[in-house]
């Protein structure tokens, strides 16, 4: 870090807080939420900070460690995460290291100097690491003020994301009892929270902060799994040349999709946790430099990746929970800027998630509360409402309706199913429930196939019940049955249907069920106007600063290179809009864009200056 960077810092540390967030991070305001949360840690005080993805939860801490005297920790669960923090904190002017695997001997040295001389302010560390006792020994006689758990979700055994080296992290409160400490996520549903607060904090008072999880920029859209790969080549061609994400399951499927891609001609890379580990960081520095690559991952990739113009995320299979769900959807659109979260999912799906709760390793109790949480998730994917709605309320919100999800753009036509789902059940009664959904469907519908004939059941009562329905409509009403509770699936044999929960009173005609029986769609609706185009950033631009944004956009990424960092860690797209729009003449214009603080401006404010006055003429 330059010297003159170090001077301005130890300067705002004696400053206000807003002069210290415009001065150091080149904000001008704080966003919704974050005053707060920054006032309660620079008191001192132990919390617990819930805010959606994008909503600058990392500012909250890092601005009150910049401001605080002594050392504060960072827990952080990817090595990835930690590199990318650091390299932004680095480019403010904070002095900020990370130590994991990837740090050799020397440089380990060079970061414990300077704890000693009392320049770092942010040592970044994985909870593994953490847990070493050589470590701990070592941290025992630093003057440690704060500690950051991020992503403290991974604490929770209910947590979709749980990690067992995150509960040892226990003990850091009894360890260092002079130091605050503070756990942040995007995702922590009210059980997940109160397992956060007493497994960390135990007998700590913790203040607990949740803000709103809406993202009105995203909008959500749920369709029937026909031919996937065909299914995604058609979303994809509303994205041309932009960058997002597409997660599967297993390993093996993002390889074959990511191929797919490929040879349909677009630029597209497979990332697993099976992946050597240089291949992967290889890949995620591609990722966040390139403009246009499209990741193919399981959910290894993505948490904590602070890339602001990530377009579209697509689910190719259903995600864990709701919880899961909204942490891999927020990736997309961190600038503010219009995204679109696209989910596929069929029958198939939902026994496969059923079938891993059931064959995991954890206990009944835990299986029982996965259970209900994919209950939940295949609720949302089967509400007539607002999908909005339906994923806020599960986080205890409830907003008005989105105006812009699938749901609220083309609403379902709901039909009276109770004699549907009556003649089904009776399908799966009358045949021992032994049989799958391919073959009760051709008894409804009066099939002859040799199966049929083979088992007699030609010769049944419902034999022909649905005569004349069209087998993908009928597909599509036992999978919104299975996610309603009237049917099962038995996931330990070989996926025959029998009765659920609800089916008796089905059958007794104590209760109805309205069901979607029109044709499924197999493609997205069209895009709200701006949701999809060349150039987000510079939807609010008239032609000419366009161009200038585009001429920005082209120097930030060859400083970019030359630093050989991501181009959001130069600026992000928010702070070069605002800049294209101001047209800075000076350096003291250069300070008032948002997102300049004074070591950004020393670094890069005569070349960006030089930019502007060069195509302005």
Not at 409 to 431: F, K, M, N, V
Not at 520 to 532: D, W
Request: with cysteine; glycine share 10%.
């Amino acid at each position: 870090m330059p010297a003159a960077a170090a001077t301005r810092l130890d300067e705002t540390t004696e400053g206000s807080l807003d002069s210290a967030l415009e001065r150091v991070f080149g904000f001008h305001d704080f966003r919704p939420g974050q005053r707060e949360i920054v006032e309660a840690l620079l008191a001192g005080e132990d919390l617990l900070a819930v805010m959606p993805t994008g909503g600058g939860k990392s500012l909250c801490y890092q601005l009150p460690a910049v401001m605080k005297p002594g050392l504060t920790l960072v827990v952080s669960p990817l090595i990835a995460l930690m590199d990318n923090q650091v390299a932004q904190l680095r480019l403010l002017g904070v002095e900020a290291a990370a130590v994991h695997s990837g740090v050799d001997r020397g440089e380990r040295a060079r970061i414990w100097q300077s704890i000693k001389e009392g320049r770092l302010k942010l040592l970044y560390l994985s909870p593994e690491l953490l847990g070493t006792e050589r470590l701990q020994a070592a941290l025992d006689r630093l003057p440690i003020t704060q500690i950051i758990v991020d992503e403290v979700h991974c604490v929770s055994q209910w947590g979709h994301d749980f990690r067992p080296d995150y509960r040892n992290l226990a003990a850091l409160p009894g360890r260092y009892p002079g130091a605050c400490v503070a756990g942040f996520t995007a995702t922590a549903d009210r059980v997940t929270r109160e397992d956060i607060t007493n497994e960390l904090f135990k007998d700590r008072h913790a203040r607990v902060f949740v803000h709103g999880f809406d993202r009105p920029n995203i909008k959500l859209t749920v369709m029937e799994k026909d031919r996937p790969e065909r299914q995604l080549l058609d979303i994809l061609a509303r994205f041309p040349g932009q960058q997002g994400i597409v997660y599967r399951l297993a390993r093996k499927a993002t390889e074959e999709t990511a191929g797919n891609l490929e040879a349909a001609g677009h630029r597209a890379v497979a990332y697993h946790a099976g992946l050597d580990g240089s291949l992967r960081k290889e890949l995620l520095d591609r990722f966040l430099t390139e403009p246009d690559l499209i990741v193919v991952a399981t959910i290894a990739f993505g948490m904590g990746i602070d890339k602001p113009d990530i377009r579209f995320v697509v689910h190719l299979d259903l995600p864990g929970n709701l919880e899961a769900y909204y942490q891999e959807i927020g990736r997309a659109g961190r600038d503010g800027n219009p995204a679109e979260a696209i989910m596929l999912y069929g029958f198939d799906d939902i026994r496969r998630r059923r079938w891993l709760i059931e064959n995991g390793t954890a206990s009944d109790a835990q299986k029982r509360v996965e259970h209900r949480r994919l209950d939940a998730l295949l609720a949302f994917t089967e509400t007539s409402g607002c999908r909005k709605q339906a994923l806020l309320g599960y986080f205890g919100e409830a907003p008005p309706p989105c105006g812009a999800c699938d749901r609220c753009l083309e609403p379902p036509e709901l039909s009276d199913a109770t004699g549907l789902a009556q003649a089904l059940l009776g399908a799966i009664r009358a045949t021992d429930t032994r049989f799958g959904q391919a073959h009760l469907l051709d008894v409804l519908t009066g099939e002859q196939t040799a199966k049929v004939a083979q088992f007699g059941h030609d010769r049944l009562e419902v034999f022909g019940a649905a005569r004349g329905m069209d087998k993908r409509v009928l597909r599509n009403a036992v999978r919104q049955l299975y996610a309603s509770g009237v049917i099962e699936v038995d996931i330990a044999g070989h996926g025959a249907l029998r009765p659920g929960r609800k089916a008796a009173a089905i059958v007794a005609g104590e209760e109805t069920i309205a069901l979607d029986l029109t044709a499924p769609r197999k493609k997205p609706g069209k895009a709200r106007k701006g949701a999809s185009g060349a150039s987000q950033a510079a939807a609010s631009l008239d032609a000419a600063d366009a161009g200038l944004l585009r001429a920005l956009k082209a120097l930030r990424l060859e400083i970019a290179r030359e630093i050989d960092k991501p181009a959001y860690v130069v600026f992000s797209d928010a702070t070069l809009n605002d800049m294209a729009q101001k047209r800075p003449a000076d350096q003291a214009g250069f300070l008032a864009v948002d997102g300049v603080g004074e070591t950004k401006r020393s670094l890069y404010g005569e070349r960006f200056i030089a930019a502007i006055r060069d195509f302005t003429g």
